[in-house]
């Protein structure tokens, strides 16, 4: 198994701009998160799925961050505009039920 | 609401000594308990978990047992190793939460040959 896929594994953009971060659950998996890794605010879920029906996303930031989950196999995370302080890891995380949350290898995000 | 307190880190060990980390968490009915691990540059993976009370979790030479008496799910292991250098995190999930896991702050733990 190929586990949960991200990309791209780096990102280095200037501020203002668009950032999309992409993520392949596991197949098989019925639940989605999107978390942020930071050193001052340690890992938060910003967001999840279930079905790919947002469920709660009342960790998501601000109107700048939005995530879609289109199909089963396939969801994103968008910030537009992007700022220096949304530089961090974001990881994407699957699960199917009740079991084990997978985690991806994450997204660093540099925002210059 | 669910939360998770873990101790303070970092935690710095010389190889083959004792760990304990300290876990202590809040919710509502009767949550499964995890502990992730997080090596430098990776993702989280599950280290082991404990799903009702007196429950042992083991993996890896590490344990946590699941006491419900005094809300704990303490992290041990009887002679680490460098490689167990790494950020470990006690989570909890709730069935009235839905499948999220509330996770702890993390703790950072380095082991020096």
């Known amino acids: 198994d190929a586990g949960v896929i991200q990309s791209p594994r780096h990102e280095v953009t200037e501020m203002g701009q668009e950032v999309t971060l992409r993520c392949k659950p596991i197949s098989g998996h019925n639940s989605l998160f999107w978390y942020r890794q930071t050193m001052m605010r340690g890992l938060e879920l910003l967001i999840y799925?279930?079905?790919?029906?947002?469920?709660?996303d009342s960790g998501m930031p601000e109107d700048r961050f939005s995530a879609k989950m289109p199909n089963a196999s396939f969801s994103t995370l968008k910030i537009q505009p992007s700022e220096p302080r949304d530089s961090a890891v974001y990881f994407c995380a699957s699960q199917r039920g009740w079991e084990t949350q997978y985690f991806g290898p994450g997204t660093r995000l540099l925002v210059l | 609401g669910n939360s998770v307190t873990q101790m303070e880190g970092p935690v710095t060990l010389s190889e083959e000594a004792f760990l304990t980390i300290n876990c202590t968490y809040t919710a509502t009915g009767y949550p499964s308990l995890f502990w992730y691990v997080q090596y430098p540059g990776e993702g989280l993976q599950l280290l082991l978990k404990?799903?009702?009370?007196?429950d042992k979790g083991s993996n890896k030479g590490f344990e946590a047992t699941y006491r419900k008496e005094t809300t704990s799910f303490h992290l041990e292991k009887g002679s680490v190793q460098v490689s167990d250098s790494a950020v470990y995190f006690c989570a909890l999930r709730e069935e009235t939460s839905g499948s999220r896991l509330t996770f702890g702050e993390g703790t950072q733990l380095t082991v020096n040959p």
């Open positions: 799925f279930n079905n790919n029906v947002p469920i709660d």
């Open positions: 404990a799903t009702k009370a007196d």
